[in-house]
């Protein structure tokens, strides 16, 4: 598997240390697990809860287990896990906080990546459309969104100081025009960013 596209799958990648134990929270079909194992000789598992997700990860033979996010807490020994990966599911999760807490309960370290629902696109798109909006990073309409916890940057930055979490690195990417790549971005971020990835740990 050749080198990833310049996508938030590539800035978690690039962090994460060789030979790590990595736990992927709604690994999807585990494109990024399949990478970190053959690029990172990292020891990887991954949780979620699609029967279609669970099929593609066994036929790459990735290590996988059937679970559902909102059942809490996770089967798993504190600190069992070097990094724990919660990639654009924390908007999908009942109960986002626990999620959270629980993800850095079984991980030294995590890795939450997320649509960041104040940038200036999508603000702009609700006042003039009065609609709720749909964007490149967020396609769905209303009614069959997966999203039920909409956030952004700055609330996060609330969240991470009212629960005692260390934000040790932050990325904000925002698309290219007329491409599927993204450009990291380090001015008005709230505004300007399509997608955010913070390295936090529990103080």
Not at 44 to 55: E, R
Request: contains cysteine; charged residues 25%.
């Amino acid at each position: 598997m050749g080198k990833l596209k310049e996508t938030i799958h590539e800035v978690i990648s690039n962090e994460i240390p060789q030979n790590s134990k990595v736990l992927d929270l709604g690994c999807g079909s585990g494109e990024l697990l399949e990478y970190l194992i053959k690029d990172k000789n990292i020891i990887g598992h991954g949780l979620d809860i699609n029967d279609y997700a669970i099929i593609n990860c066994i036929e790459k033979g990735i290590p996988v287990i059937q679970w559902d996010l909102d059942n809490l807490p996770l089967d798993f020994p504190d600190k069992s896990y070097d990094i724990t990966i919660l990639n654009q599911t924390i908007t999908q999760v009942i109960n986002s906080k626990k999620m959270i807490l629980e993800m850095l309960r079984v991980g030294k370290e995590g890795i939450l990546g997320f649509s960041n629902f104040g940038s200036l696109e999508i603000m702009l798109k609700f006042v003039f459309t009065g609609r709720m909006p749909i964007t490149r990073e967020i396609p769905f309409k209303w009614y069959d969104t997966p999203n039920i916890r909409l956030l952004t940057i700055k609330d996060f930055y609330d969240f991470c100081k009212a629960n005692n979490i260390e934000i040790k690195k932050k990325v904000f990417l925002k698309k290219k025009l007329n491409s599927t790549k993204y450009k990291q971005i380090r001015l008005f971020t709230n505004l300007r960013s399509d997608l955010a990835v913070f390295w936090i740990k529990k103080i």
